[in-house]
């Protein structure tokens, strides 16, 4: 046993510690059994919920930007006397 320069104290087993070292897990288990799903459902739930909306408002505003864009370039042709040649 000592003492880290922070003041927390470090115990080092002697001996064979293989049987303790992981006493959670099981072989018969899948791993979405060994950890519980309801934190991260809420997570994903509250950042879905998040998200959603302003993707949805980004993807509207990049929508009328496109329209706007080629409705300018009409606008501007037509003032212009511009051809573009199709």
């Not at 505003?61 to 496109?66: M, P, S, T």
Request: overall charge negative; charged content about 25%.
């Amino acid at each position: 046993m000592w003492q880290s320069k922070r003041g927390t104290i470090v115990v080092i087993a002697k001996g064979n510690t293989t049987d303790n070292h992981h006493e959670s897990y099981s072989p018969e288990k899948e791993p979405e059994e060994c950890v519980d799903p309801s934190p991260e459902r809420e997570i994903v739930s509250k950042v879905t919920w998040r998200l959603i909306p302003l993707l949805f408002l980004c993807y509207i505003i990049a929508y009328i930007d496109r329209i706007n864009v080629g409705f300018a370039g009409l606008q501007l042709q037509k003032a212009f006397g511009v051809d573009t040649g199709r």
